[in-house]
């Protein structure tokens, strides 16, 4: 049977973002929508993520002129939440706050908005709740998005192109004064568990040491590279450290306790930590900065608005051909998809630490905070 005999009959689809906003999301929802009315469909905004499909007046339709002029906007007009797990969601019962299961509800909600396919755009939490929508039926394509770069399935996510060019641009910048002031600079970037934003920012940005979850790290040899950076009379260094970083031994510094309906705990403390201990134990003036929801923010660059215009199309034809289940993913050069069943598995897509990035890294001399040089 080709293709096009086993294509449903779709006449309404619904889009939604949901976690962390990541540049590129616009893009992605534009070449949604634009493709799909080309197709002859109406398509459904849902706001903020699940729970527009859980509080009544939070999904509207979206024509042509509602996608005009957003390509280059960062953000997601349709707006986004990582607190609203369908099936761990909090609501107000009188005074109190209670815990409930409403995915049954979010499953009825897309019958009765006559949705034959919904487009679900979101990270590894999103695509997860995804996944279990779809094992209740609901007709459901997923879209990769994370700054974090950790998604199972596809060798790059949008959003991340952009937050390691705004990493880097920071570093270039923190050069200058570290080089005036001869001091220490220690950054902290997101990436949660995994090391991809400080890894590619810290090599592109000519970081003397780079800090990754995937290797844990000893302060003696920290320290050891930022007094070769003095001695070498450099007089001053440059230290890019992925939040998710720890040392050998202890666990990743987080800033309060998972809350109910989010995926994970908040991380952060770590290029504090590295920074005092760098001054307690070298004398060196060093200065900490965390780097934080700025490398989420802005236009996406060029490359983040194509992948993410070249995911929202394929999107599109995932539900057309009637393929639901399914996430597109870059295989580069191409396009393809892969079963939500296999990326929304709970374990992110962490640095080989092997690879050629950081082979390259420590053939230069830059540290990665472990005794291997
Ligand atoms: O997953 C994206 C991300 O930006 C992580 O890098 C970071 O740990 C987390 O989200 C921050 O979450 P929030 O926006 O809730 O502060």
Redesign the pocket.
């Known amino acids: 049977m080709g293709r096009s005999e086993g294509r449903p009959k779709i006449r309404r689809i619904g889009i939604c973002t949901g976690?962390?906003d990541?540049p590129g999301l616009n893009a992605v929802i534009r070449a949604a929508v634009k493709t799909a009315l080309h197709l002859g469909w109406e398509v459904v905004g849902i706001r903020r993520g699940f729970d527009g499909l859980f509080v009544p007046g939070m999904a509207k339709r979206l024509g042509a002129q509602d996608v005009a002029g957003i390509l280059s906007m960062g953000g997601t007009i349709l707006g986004t939440t990582?607190r609203g797990n369908p099936f761990e969601y909090r609501m107000k019962a009188g005074k109190r706050t209670i815990v409930k299961d409403v995915s049954g509800a979010i499953v009825q909600r897309v019958k009765s908005l006559g949705l034959d396919a919904i487009a679900v755009i979101g990270?590894d939490g999103t695509l997860a709740i995804a996944k279990r929508l779809a094992d209740m039926g609901v007709p459901v394509v997923g879209v990769p998005k994370?700054?974090?770069n950790d998604m199972p399935g596809t060798v790059v996510t949008f959003g991340f192109d952009t937050a390691v060019s705004t990493a880097t641009d920071a570093l270039d910048k923190l050069h200058s004064t570290a080089q005036s002031h001869q001091r220490t600079m220690v950054v902290e970037v997101?990436?949660?568990y995994a090391g991809w934003?400080a890894l590619n920012a810290g090599v592109a940005g000519g970081a003397d040491v780079i800090l990754i979850p995937e290797i844990p790290f000893d302060l003696d040899v920290i320290c050891r590279k930022v007094e070769e950076r003095y001695w070498r009379k450099r007089n001053f260094a440059i230290v890019v450290a992925a939040?998710g970083a720890r040392p050998t031994g202890a666990g990743m510094f987080t800033r309060e306790a998972r809350e109910t309906g989010?995926q994970?705990v908040?991380?952060?403390g770590v290029a504090e930590y590295v920074a005092a201990e760098i001054a307690k134990r070298t004398g060196r003036e060093t200065r900490s900065l965390v780097l934080?929801?700025l490398?989420?923010g802005g236009q996406p660059t060029t490359f983040d608005r194509l992948l993410g215009t070249r995911f929202g199309g394929a999107a599109i034809r995932l539900i057309a051909e009637g393929r639901f289940g399914r996430m597109v993913c870059l295989r580069p050069p191409l396009i393809d998809s892969v079963p939500l069943a296999e990326v929304a598995i709970g374990k992110p897509r962490l640095v080989s630490v092997e690879c050629d990035t950081i082979l390259s890294a420590r053939n230069m001399g830059v540290s990665l905070g472990d005794r291997i040089v």
Do not use: F, Y
């Open positions: 976690g962390g990541a990582n990270g994370t700054i974090d997101m990436g949660r934003i939040e989010r994970e908040l991380l952060g934080g929801h490398q989420r």
